[in-house]
């Protein structure tokens, strides 16, 4: 399997028997938890992203829909049961989705580039990210998805990833790779020998693959 970063802009709207036909493809459990997302903007890139995944997984293990079996650790980085070598990592934001697929430890973040938050690099950034973000929102948004993805790819807490970037202790062996995809910032952390290369998805398509080769679940 491949190292990819899939990127899927997702500024559409899905009619709502398509929403409901997705929602039929992925668990109870992660039905759930899309629905308990407060904006329809998230939960229909929430629904994106699971969907993109099962497809991702069905066709990389060559099993049915049903097979597919997610979990999460306890720190809730999901991972799929019994496929050791089958790594993802999923983000969205407004008007897109991140998927990072590979067959080791993975994580991906994105964001829709727009004025930096104020605050957030004083609080959260080492005083070399700093000096390197001052005046470019771009270079914000860049140090901001390269700590996420690394928080992601380990599993721990964002607030402990930044920590421990502040004081000098991410693993040498894990690196981010960035990546500009029109007006996103995408970033994938995982180990140092995993060359990444990114694809872009079309969201009409990935509806219709779903569809036609996920059957529906319980």
């Not at 398509?18 to 929602?23: C, G, P, R, S």
């Not at 994106?48 to 066709?59: I, K, N, Y």
């Not at 693993?171 to 872009?200: E, P, Q």
């Amino acid at each position: 399997m491949e190292h990819t970063l899939y990127f899927l802009p997702t500024d559409m709207d899905l009619p709502p028997e398509t929403v409901d036909a997705l929602l039929t493809r992925v668990s109870p459990a992660r039905r759930a938890k899309i629905a308990a997302l407060r904006f329809a903007g998230d939960r229909e890139n929430a629904l994106l992203a699971a969907v993109a995944v099962r497809l991702c997984a069905a066709e990389a293990l060559g099993a049915e829909n049903r097979q597919l079996r997610f979990a999460c650790t306890e720190w809730g980085k999901p991972y799929l049961d019994g496929a050791l070598n089958f790594c993802f990592s999923a983000a969205h934001t407004d008007g897109a989705v991140a998927l990072a697929v590979s067959p080791i430890a993975v994580g991906a973040d994105a964001e829709r580039l727009r004025e930096a938050p104020h605050g957030v690099a004083e609080r959260f950034f080492t005083p070399e990210e700093q000096a390197y973000c001052t005046g470019a929102d771009d270079r914000f948004f860049e140090v901001w998805t390269r700590r996420e993805a690394l928080a992601k790819r380990t599993g721990t807490p964002l607030a402990e990833t930044f920590a421990a970037s502040r004081g000098g202790k991410t693993a040498d062996s894990m690196v981010t790779r960035i990546f500009r995809a029109d007006d996103f910032m995408l970033a994938v952390a995982s180990d140092a020998a995993a060359a990444f290369s990114l694809c872009r998805l079309n969201a009409d398509d990935l509806v219709r693959a779903a569809l036609e080769r996920l059957a529906p679940l319980g």
